[in-house]
């Protein structure tokens, strides 16, 4: 039986309610409409590089990208 994992983005927007940086990277996320809510880690971080995000966006990602990619082996 094959698993459909949520992508990356859409997953991200899901995450608003988080406290901290991850939280905070969803609300961004969610409120900007060029975000790619179907994108995986690797395009939503050339997002952030196009929009000149601050360095904690990038740690929040790493962070996210890491709570995801264990959603997805439960």
Known sequence: MKVQIEQFGGWLICQQRRPGWIGDLARAAAADRTFPRSGN???VRDHLNRMHAEA????????AESLWFEFGRN
Do not use: R
């Open 41 to 43: 880690p690797d395009t």
């Open 56 to 63: 904690d966006m990038f740690e929040a990602l790493e962070d």
